[in-house]
């Protein structure tokens, strides 16, 4: 059985602790929406750090995503590599920040870790997934390769 982790989420920046694990894909379940199948882990690593009154968690993900492209319908695979950088805050601070200041969240004592994770991951996926050019087999190139060439010197001749 798969254990959700939960983090003090304070307690982790202020004595620097770090956790490190494998999250099977198909656990995200918002995640596994987007995605062609949900295949796959995740590795990830949070760490905490503090310097003066700042707390912050370091998060660092890597893994692979099998996105479907939006041209052709086909399953690609997506590398997905992405470290965040998440300030602490109590929630009234949280509340007053600009949303262009840096990237934060709710200093709380039960920080659901897979859902951050999960959030940072949605973030990071392409909005409509492509493969590249030249790997695409969308019906307009197949068209473009399968037009017989006689019937296009039969339309000049007119
Ligand atoms: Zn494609």
Redesign the pocket.
């Known amino acids: 059985m798969f254990a959700r982790p939960f983090i003090d989420s304070m307690d982790f920046a202020i004595n620097g602790k770090e956790l490190c694990g494998e999250i099977p894909i198909v656990t995200l379940s918002r995640l596994s929406d987007m995605l062609a199948n949900s295949a796959g882990t995740l590795s990830y690593r949070v760490r905490g750090s503090q310097r003066d009154d700042r707390h912050s968690l370091e998060i660092v993900l890597q893994g692979t995503c099998n996105l479907r ?1 939006q ?2 319908l ?1 399953e ?1 695979s997506y590398p997905l590599e992405l470290t965040a950088h998440l300030r602490l805050l109590p929630a009234d601070k949280l509340e007053q920040m600009d949303a262009d200041d840096e990237d934060a969240i709710e200093a709380t004592s039960q920080l659901d870790v897979l859902a951050l994770i999960e959030d940072e991951v949605l973030l990071a996926l392409p909005f409509a997934p ?2 590249p050019q030249e ?4 019906p307009l190139k197949d068209l473009q390769q399968s037009a017989n060439p006689f019937s296009v010197l039969a339309v000049l001749k007119k």
């Open positions: 492209c041209r052709c086909g690609f492509k493969h790997a695409c087999s969308a």
